[in-house]
């Protein structure tokens, strides 16, 4: 249903392009990125070498209904290709965004594919439910979802939120948040509503919805001489006969200083504990992850970031490194990870991804243009 509306709503706008064209702005604007990978432990069979093409055309379009509200929209389109030395390793063509936002002072609405993100959470994030963020990419990219989301802004410190989100198996979801911003912090608190009975992976980390389910947030963020965040979520599915785990709960605890060092070396660190707990067994399961960051930009162009993952239950450590150099439309960037290798996973070799990123030691060379 979200889909059918979103597209009618889309084409309408679009038909009333050329009649409105000379006294509105259109934009158009995309990202073209290429990297090149050379890794040390690929799958088998494949090469050492792998590069990466990426393309995203945009078009977006603003329409002033009068001075205190706005119609606008986006659509974009995702063009994917991936080489494993001469072979094509995967190839993509997809929609990436296509929404129609209608805004007034008090007032947001949008519909169609598009972005949804919140909680102050870094890089291990409880509520990730709904996006692919990641502050290692230099990108910034992410999937959208295809929904319905209404925001209010009672007032300068408080705005409500609801949605309804079209899954791929065409379910609707719903949910809200609230977020109030006072002189001690910024408060959220968050709900959402499942109805899929397949089972899903939720969020960016290893947790498995078995079927139907309830998900429940709270986030709270400080900033101040030094930076401090929690993120906690709490996951439910009333499949009680599941064999696995059906219930999950996520905590993030967060802080980051600047130090004035040069132009500021911003020191950043991240703890998540993750619980899984079976309501059939009783049985529990307990996972927990840090991320230790710094950050600094040098001179005007360049951009320098170091960040450490641990894997504290597999003592797994994940090291990432990236020197970035942007100019203008243009961003060169140099990143370099060390990572476990695939025989450190305790999966057969066939359930890992392809891609050599993840696995050993990786050199990438990423160049983006923005334009």
Avoid: C
Wanted: proline fraction near 5%; hydrophobic fraction near 40%; charge should be negative.
């Amino acid at each position: 249903m979200i889909k059918a509306l979103n597209t009618a709503a889309i084409l309408t706008i679009i038909g009333m392009l050329p009649s409105v064209a000379l006294s509105q702005s259109i934009n158009l604007k995309g990202q073209l990125g290429g990297s090149g990978i050379l890794g040390n432990d690929p799958a088998e069979g494949r090469s050492s070498f792998e590069a990466q093409l990426v393309y995203i055309p945009t078009i977006s379009f603003y329409h002033p209904l009068n001075d205190e509200r706005l119609l606008d929209l986006e659509l974009a389109y995702r063009l994917n290709r991936t080489y494993s030395g001469e072979d094509l390793l995967a190839s993509a063509e997809k929609p990436y965004r296509g929404w129609i936002r209608y805004s007034t002072q008090g007032v947001e609405a949008r519909l169609g594919l598009q972005k949804i993100a919140f909680g102050p959470a870094q890089f291990l994030r409880p509520t990730s439910w709904f996006d692919t963020l990641d502050l290692r990419d230099p990108t910034g990219q992410t999937d959208g979802v295809e929904a319905f989301r209404l925001r209010l802004f009672p007032s300068s410190s408080v705005s409500l939120w609801s949605w309804a989100i079209n899954s791929t198996m065409d379910t609707l979801s719903y949910g809200g948040r609230a977020e109030l911003s006072m002189a001690s912090g910024d408060w959220g608190i968050t709900y959402h509503q499942d109805p899929t009975q397949r089972p899903q992976q939720v969020g960016l980390f290893p947790v498995i919805m078995p079927g139907p389910n309830n998900r429940f947030a709270l986030d709270y963020r400080y900033d101040g001489f030094i930076g401090f965040w929690f993120e906690g979520a709490a996951l439910a599915s009333d499949k009680s006969d599941f064999p696995g785990f059906n219930r999950y709960t996520l905590a993030t605890f967060g802080g980051d200083f600047t130090l004035p060092l040069g132009n500021g070396v911003l020191l950043m660190t991240e703890t998540m504990s993750i619980r899984g707990t079976s309501s059939k067994t009783s049985e529990t399961d307990d996972q927990t992850y840090s991320v230790f960051m710094a950050s600094m930009p040098v001179g005007l162009l360049h951009q320098l970031m170091a960040v450490t993952q641990i894997d504290w239950k597999s003592e797994r450590i994940f090291y990432y490194f990236r020197w970035g150099i942007t100019y203008d439309y243009f961003s060169i960037n140099f990143l370099f990870s060390a990572s476990p290798k695939r025989v450190d996973y305790d999966f057969p070799a066939s359930y890992l991804p392809a891609s050599l990123a993840g696995f050993g030691n990786v050199l990438n060379l990423m160049l983006i243009y923005n334009h």
